[in-house]
Structure formats: structure tokens, C-alpha cells
């Protein structure tokens, strides 16, 4: 369990409540929990996944200096029906699922991920290649990360994106969104 807040003693007697009923011990400062990093300092909190992203990534075999610069190409389009498929689909579903953890702290390869993760049942070499691309690039920003400021202002911004059914298969709109509260982007 994690408990934060700016009211110490409020921390300190919910602590020893939960003593009382529970039996449990205080770990101290929150640095690393399911894969989240943490950096707590005066100007606020910061949270990576950046040791998740290089277990994921050393997973995939992707060892040598090439990146890509961008998720993916502007005019990619995907088809079930793309190459042939792939002979054992394990490693690429384990892949998938691991950048599905890995869209909590990176908003910018949602899309994707939820694009290859549609070719789960049988994947084909184009879309194995799809998340070899994505490591790729998820290489270059591996330590980015989301900052919670101690000293923002109660301002809510959001968003929006739509690209108006440009999705061949289904025709359907896609829309992309950005939340923020402050500076600190929530969803």
C-alpha cells in the first residue's frame, strides 16, 4: 500500500491505525513499486518507467545502437492480412503486453499499442516489425517520464485530437487526447 500526502501527521496516525489491525511494516520512501520509478523531492514528484523499458527492451533482443526518431511512420496503414503469420506468437504477445503497461507513463505510443494489440490473436511479420519499431524508438525516450509539481496552479486544461475516419479497416474516427491538471498531464 502507498499512502502519500502533505499532512504528516495525518500519514503517521493512519499508520499506526492500520498497525493495530494489520500486520505490516513501513518500507520508508516510495522509490520503485510495479515498475514505476519514483523521485520525490520540494518541487514535486517525478514518475519514469525507464527500468521497465529496458527490461522490455533487453526481452526483445534489442541490443545494438539503432532508434527511431518517431512511433511510427505518418502513412502507416495495417491489415490482418499484411505478410504471413508469425510461427510462434509468444514473444510478440508478451511484447505487446508489456507496452500496454508501458503507455502509463508513455501517452505518445497509445495508439499504437492499441493498434498492434488488435493482431493479437494472429500476428503477421509486418506487425511483429510494428512493435520492433516501437522499442526503437521507445529507446529514445526511455528516461521521460511525468513531473507532479508541488507549486502549480488548480488549472485544467485538455486536448483533442480526431482524425475524422481516416481508419481503412473499419472507418471508424480516432481521437487522441491530452488531460492536464496545471502543468501535470493525468490522462
Known amino acids: 500500500m502507498i499512502v502519500t500526502g502533505n499532512n504528516v501527521d495525518g500519514i503517521a496516525n493512519l499508520k499506526v491505525s492500520l498497525h493495530h ?17 519514483v523521485i520525490s523531492n520540494d518541487e514535486g514528484i517525478y514518475l519514469s518507467q525507464a527500468k521497465y523499458a529496458s527490461d522490455l527492451l533487453a ?6 545502437s539503432r532508434i527511431e526518431s518517431a ?3 505518418h502513412d502507416a496503414r495495417f491489415s490482418p492480412m499484411n505478410d504471413t ?6 514473444l510478440y504477445r508478451q511484447l505487446v503486453r ?6 502509463v507513463m508513455q501517452p505518445d505510443i497509445v495508439y499504437l499499442v492499441h493498434v498492434v494489440s488488435q493482431f493479437f490473436s494472429a500476428p503477421r511479420t509486418t506487425h511483429y516489425a510494428t512493435v520492433i519499431h516501437i522499442l526503437r524508438y521507445i529507446k529514445i525516450t526511455l528516461f521521460h517520464g511525468l513531473h507532479f509539481s ?3 496552479s ?6 483533442l485530437d480526431v482524425d475524422w475516419a481516416d481508419d481503412p479497416t473499419d472507418r471508424r474516427s480516432t481521437i487522441g487526447y ?7 498531464l493525468i490522462t
Not at 98 to 103: E, K, P, R
Open 59 to 64: 526481452q526483445a533482443g534489442i541490443t545494438d
Open 150 to 152: 508541488a507549486h502549480s
Open 98 to 103: 508489456g507496452l500496454v503497461y508501458l503507455t
Open 178 to 184: 491530452c488531460l492536464f491538471f496545471s502543468d501535470s
Open 154 to 159: 488548480l488549472t485544467l486544461q485538455v486536448y
Open 71 to 73: 512511433p511510427l511512420e
Open 21 to 37: 489491525t494489520f500486520e505490516m511494516k513501513d518500507l520508508g520512501s516510495l522509490s520503485y513499486f510495479l515498475g514505476l520509478e
Open 85 to 90: 503469420v508469425l510461427d510462434n506468437p509468444t
